[in-house]
């Protein structure tokens, strides 16, 4: 797998504050994408980060890449309950199909 | 806004019947995809087609088969459901193929089955 065993991860935060969000893959990629999964809806992409970027920036949000430890992190600064929903990472499967392998999603509760 | 459409919203169904799930999207993409996503929200690919033309088929049971009748349009089936395939099925596309394109998602469908 390109992830590792990790189940969802839960987080609650008050809104107002700052959160990151990490994710890890097990071999290299040249592309990570962010996604954000409000419920009852698709997911929606918020951030696509490529390998040879080390910083992308979105207004509240932030993606960083370090292909080094082979990991990936999203922050989101000043947190609105609006934000609560499951983010996914995303990264290229390097068995050749180029197909996008998403990670198993951290949930984000923002209470006001 | 929703460019990705998907019906039913929500299905429930005895096993052994089969379902019918339809997309459509109106971004004038090439590719499409399903995705599978259990309860514990991981999301797995089962198809995608480039130019109405299969290019992932994950291992995914005989029961499941996509239909493409244009790009605009995947459809998916189901011939005999069993309770495992009790999820949300997710239809994406995007402009290409590749891990380097931005995939947009229809709402999905919900299935239970009974």
């Known amino acids: 797998s390109q992830w590792g065993e990790e189940n969802l991860q839960a987080l609650s935060i008050q809104e107002g504050e700052d959160v990151t969000m990490n994710c890890s893959y097990k071999?290299?990629?040249?592309?990570v994408q962010w996604y954000r999964q409000k419920s009852g809806k698709g997911p929606a992409q918020l951030i696509l980060?490529?390998?040879?970027?080390r910083e992308k920036r979105s207004g509240r949000l932030r993606a960083t890449l370090d292909t080094s430890s082979q990991s990936s992190s999203l922050s989101i600064t000043g947190t609105l309950a609006t934000d609560t929903a499951v983010y996914f990472c995303?990264?290229?499967?390097?068995?050749?199909?180029?197909?996008?392998?998403f990670g198993e999603g951290t949930k984000l509760t923002v209470s006001s | 806004e929703t460019a990705v459409f998907q019906t039913p919203n929500y299905h429930v169904t005895q096993v052994g019947n089969e379902v019918s799930f339809n997309c459509k999207q109106t971004?004038?993409?090439?590719?499409m995809y399903w995705y599978k996503q259990d309860s514990k929200k991981l999301l797995k690919i089962m198809f995608s087609?480039?130019?109405?033309?299969?290019?992932v088929n994950e291992t995914v049971p005989r029961r499941f088969s996509p239909q493409s009748s244009d790009k605009a349009h995947l459809n998916l089936r189901i011939k005999s459901v069993e309770p495992e395939d009790s999820a949300v099925y997710l239809c994406?596309?995007?402009?290409?193929?590749?891990?380097?394109?931005?995939?947009?998602f229809g709402p999905g469908t919900r299935l239970l089955v009974l």
């Open positions: 994406a596309s995007s402009s290409d193929w590749g891990s380097q394109d931005t995939q947009y």
């Open positions: 071999t290299y990629t040249t592309v």
């Open positions: 980060i490529r390998s040879n970027e």
């Open positions: 995303a990264t290229d499967d390097q068995g050749g199909s180029a197909k996008l392998i």
């Open positions: 971004l004038g993409h090439d590719t």
């Open positions: 087609y480039n130019n109405k033309q299969l290019i």
